[in-house]
C-alpha cells in the first residue's frame, strides 16, 4: 500500500491501524482521541505531549511498585526457606 492509499483509506473510509492487545490504556485512549473524524475533538500537539509524559511517568511507577514488591516476595520467601536450608547443611554435616 503506498502512502497516498493509505491516506485515502483513511480519509474516505476512516481505516485505522489496529491496536496490539497489550497496549497500555491510556495509550489507546489517545489513539482514539488523535483519530477522531471532527479535528475540533483532536488533542493538540501541546496536549498529547502532556499526556504522553503522564502515560510514561505511571509506567515507570507502576514498574518501581512491581519491583519493589518482588523485591519483597523474595526477601519473605528467602526467609521461609532459610530455616530449611540450614537443617539440610546440618543433617548433610
Known sequence: MTPLQAALGVVQKGLRPSIPRYTHPKVVELLERCWQHDPYLRPE???IIEILQGIAKMILEE???NKKRNLGESCQLMEQEW?????E???TA
Not at 83 to 87: R, S
Open 45 to 47: 500537539f501541546s496536549e
Open 83 to 87: 530455616p530449611l536450608k540450614m537443617q
Open 89 to 91: 547443611s546440618e543433617n
Open 63 to 65: 514498574e518501581r511498585a
